[in-house]
């Protein structure tokens, strides 16, 4: 495919937006559709078992409402838990987004990596077979951080970061036994390299940061082929809640180019969406 493309970026929140700004650099005239489940967000506390039977379910129906030509799971906790169903029930290609174990594990020259997700990421068995099986040899310094989803909402939503908030957050990860010889650490959350200049004024010097959002864009080119369309693109943005949670984010999808607050996609808001969704399909 190579005309001008209609992409689907889907996450429990705003996160996304990291994998998001990677995919319109090489893309910069594609039709980006922010679907954000802020019903059911943050996925990082849910049981497995309500995201397998969420995600698909809720991504078949935006398919059948946006048509896209690509749908991308930015979101590592929803990729390494239902991304097989999901594939499984679309039509549409699925790219998902999943923690870069495989090449921190190829960089590091210590054999020391460091894991940096949210708690229930960096724990699932789903994160247990990519350390197995991309870094073995290696050891793995795993951190899980609730508080930096929090920091980089923020941060999106114009406030200032402080350098000590930060240093906070990361300190016991920095603590562990043998990081002070990681040499290559992850950021496996979709929200944490929102925080990327902050995370890395923060750690020990020589410590490379990396994250699956420029791999994912490489993925969608690869599926998609050279862009040839033109024109202004024509973002949305949708949720699964009233927005009114979301609201301190505007600022950061306008600068991207989304429609104001006011004309946010209203199709989805309320609760019991996936229902009505499923409703709407059937009709």
């Not at 059948?64 to 979101?75: M, Q, S, W």
């Not at 040499?183 to 200049?197: E, I």
């Amino acid at each position: 495919m190579s005309s001008r493309a209609k992409i689907l970026i889907f996450d429990s929140g705003v996160g996304g937006l990291s994998v998001a700004d990677e995919i319109v650099k090489k893309r910069p005239h594609a039709d980006i559709i922010y679907a954000a489940d802020s019903e059911f967000l943050p996925y990082g506390m849910r049981a497995d078992a309500e995201l397998k039977a969420r995600v698909p379910a809720l991504l078949q129906a935006l398919e059948d409402r946006y048509r896209p030509d690509l749908v991308v799971i930015a979101c590592n906790t929803a990729s390494t838990i239902a991304l097989p169903e999901t594939r499984a029930l679309l039509t549409t290609p699925v790219v998902g987004a999943v923690p870069a174990i495989k090449p921190a594990a190829s960089l590091s020259q210590n054999r020391v990596i460091g894991f940096l997700g949210t708690p229930r990421t960096v724990e699932r068995e789903y994160s247990d077979a990519l350390i197995r099986d991309f870094a073995n040899g290696c050891t793995v310094i795993r951190f899980g951080s609730s508080t930096l989803v929090d920091l980089a909402e923020r941060k999106l939503a114009g406030e200032p970061i402080a350098y000590s908030a930060v240093a906070g957050a990361l300190a016991p990860m920095f603590a562990k036994p043998d990081a002070d010889r990681m040499d290559v650490a992850v950021l496996a959350c979709t929200h944490f390299p929102l925080l990327r200049a902050e995370v890395e004024a923060a750690s020990p010097p020589g410590l490379t940061w990396i994250d699956s959002g420029e791999a994912v864009a490489r993925r969608v080119l690869s599926v998609l082929g050279q862009e040839c369309g033109a024109g202004e693109p024509r973002p949305v943005a949708v949720f699964t809640t009233a927005p009114g949670k979301l609201r301190p984010a505007a600022p950061a999808f306008i600068e991207r180019g989304f429609p104001g607050f006011e004309d946010w996609d209203s199709l989805l808001m309320g609760k019991g969406a996936v229902e009505r969704l499923r409703a709407e399909r059937r009709a």
